[in-house]
Structure formats: structure tokens, C-alpha cells
């Protein structure tokens, strides 16, 4: 079991191009969350998917930012025209149900 | 809105020492975790709590729950180097969906 996989691991962007972050998630998971982590800070909700569906997307910003979860493939999380401020760790966690999480190794955004 | 906060932030302590972490939140809530975060890393899952009075252990960190106080603690018994890390606690709420709402975490950092 492979676990959730993240890629890239390390992404740089410059600003005004696009990030798109991939998460696996664990064999027989079907719920996928997003989450980002600024420097020395916890852990912020961003969005809920499970297949093809967007549960909650509350933590989403309004503006720039998408999330998928498509019948075949990753969890895909696209940050169009990146800003400095999105420089962050961007976490993928994956359940199997309403519970139970497992957490990727992150990908780390530095927009330059 | 949930609110979960930690404390200390930060905390330094000798080896073989004992010390607690706190965690309040401000809503009902389903279940309560309990994170490790070593630098640069993702999050190791330590406890899940589900009940009033739940106490779990593992090794030298006891963690528990109060769910009329809404409050959860994180005890160490005679720290060790190796757990210094960033230590966070989560929540789900009541009614919230399957999200988690992260606490500031705790900086751990055991002198030898």
C-alpha cells in the first residue's frame, strides 16, 4: 500500500503562471481533503471531494483557486496566476469513509 | 465557527521531565486527533479520541478527552529527544462534515 501520493514534492513557480498539485490517494479512499500550511502555522481546511464531487469547498478562496477529484485519476488542486502569498505547503489527506485519515508528504509551493 | 486552540506554542523542556499539551475548542465535536509534525515532514497520526473520558497511550504520551470541558490534553512522561516536534490537535464538529479544524500546534523541543 502506497500510501497518499503527492507530486510534485517541490513546485517553483514564478508569479502569474499556474500550479497545479496532484495527490493519489490511498487504494479504496474515496475521500480526498486539501489543506495548506503557511510557515510556522497550523494546518488550514481548503476543500472536500470524493469522486467527481465537490462536497465542501469552504475554505477555498474565492478567486484563482480549483479543486477536482475526476472518476479516473489524482485529486488535482490548480492555483492559476500564483501570488507570493500562495507560497505554501499544500497537504492531501485521503479516507476511506468519514474517518480515518492519512495524510501525503506535502507539496511545497515557493513562488518567486 | 470552530475554534480549536493550543498551548503553550512553544515548549522547551529537559529530558526526562514531564510536561501537558492543551487543546480547546469552542463546538460539540465528533472526534478530536492528535498530529506529529517533524520539520519539513507530513503528519503523523498519534490518537484519535471518540468519547467523554476517552484516554489513550502510547509509549511516553497519554492523551485525553473532556468533552463536556471541551478540552483535550497530551501528556508526557519522562520526554525523550527524539519527540521533539511540532505537535498539533484536530477536530471534527458535530454537524461540520468530515473536515478538520487544525490547532495552532505546540513547538516541542526536548534539551539534552
Known amino acids: 500500500n502506497a500510501g497518499v501520493m503527492q507530486n510534485p514534492r517541490h513546485l517553483v513557480r514564478r508569479r502569474g503562471q499556474e500550479a497545479r498539485l496532484r495527490c493519489s490517494p490511498m487504494?479504496?479512499?474515496?475521500?480526498v481533503y486539501w489543506y495548506r500550511q503557511l510557515p510556522e502555522e497550523g494546518l488550514k481546511f481548503m476543500v472536500y471531494?470524493?469522486?467527481?464531487?465537490?462536497?465542501?469547498e469552504s475554505g477555498m478562496p474565492k478567486e484563482r483557486f480549483s479543486a477536482e477529484f475526476p472518476k479516473e485519476g489524482p485529486s488535482i488542486l490548480r492555483i492559476q496566476q500564483v501570488v507570493r502569498g500562495d507560497s505554501a505547503a499544500y497537504f492531501c489527506?485521503?479516507?476511506?469513509?468519514?474517518?480515518?485519515?492519512?495524510f501525503g508528504s506535502g507539496t511545497r509551493l515557493t513562488v518567486v | 465557527e470552530l475554534k480549536v486552540e493550543q498551548n503553550p506554542l512553544f515548549l522547551s523542556m529537559q529530558e526526562g521531565k514531564n510536561y501537558t499539551i492543551y487543546c480547546n475548542y469552542s463546538t460539540t465535536s465528533d472526534r478530536l486527533y492528535w498530529y506529529r509534525q517533524d520539520p519539513g515532514k507530513s503528519l503523523e497520526s498519534l490518537f484519535v479520541l471518540l468519547s467523554n473520558g476517552a484516554v489513550k497511550q502510547e509509549g511516553r504520551l497519554m492523551a485525553s478527552l473532556d468533552t463536556k470541558a471541551r478540552l483535550s490534553t497530551l501528556h508526557i512522561t519522562a520526554a525523550v529527544h527524539d519527540l521533539s516536534a511540532t505537535y498539533f490537535c484536530?477536530?471534527?464538529?458535530?454537524?461540520?462534515?468530515?473536515?478538520?479544524?487544525f490547532g495552532t500546534g505546540t513547538q516541542l523541543k526536548v534539551e539534552l
Open positions: 484536530a477536530v471534527v464538529s458535530t454537524g461540520g462534515g468530515n473536515k478538520l479544524t
Open positions: 487504494k479504496g479512499h474515496s475521500h
Open positions: 489527506a485521503s479516507s476511506p469513509r468519514t474517518d480515518g485519515y492519512t
Open positions: 471531494l470524493q469522486k467527481e464531487n465537490i462536497i465542501d
